[in-house]
């Protein structure tokens, strides 16, 4: 069998192609930035997800959820997880 491969921005380029499917990306963008920079400050780290979540206070599970988007999370809860990782959360209306 022989399979066609696409890299993920070729896809992303397609996709972008629907008015829609760029709107709910644009949309959403923000947030999964956001979760992009904590979780890849917890690998620098070299950090679990229980370990994060130990220092929040809050239940290991929190964290996988907020880390796969599924979770729509407080801005209390990303204060507290951007400190548990020695990090401060910065916003700006643009």
Do not use: W
Not at 50 to 75: D, H, Q, V, W
Request: hydrophobic fraction near 35%; avoid cysteine; charged fraction near 30%.
């Amino acid at each position: 069998m022989n399979k066609v491969m696409a890299s993920s921005s070729e896809i992303h380029d397609i996709l972008n192609q629907d008015e829609e499917f760029k709107n709910e990306y644009d949309r959403l963008k923000p947030r999964y930035d956001l979760i992009a920079q904590i979780i890849n400050a917890r690998h620098e780290q070299k950090i679990t997800q229980a370990e994060m979540a130990k220092r929040m206070g809050t239940n290991k599970s929190n964290i996988s959820r907020f880390e796969s988007g599924s979770y729509n999370p407080s801005l209390d809860f990303l204060i507290r997880a951007a400190a548990s990782l020695g990090k401060k959360i910065e916003f700006s209306l643009q």
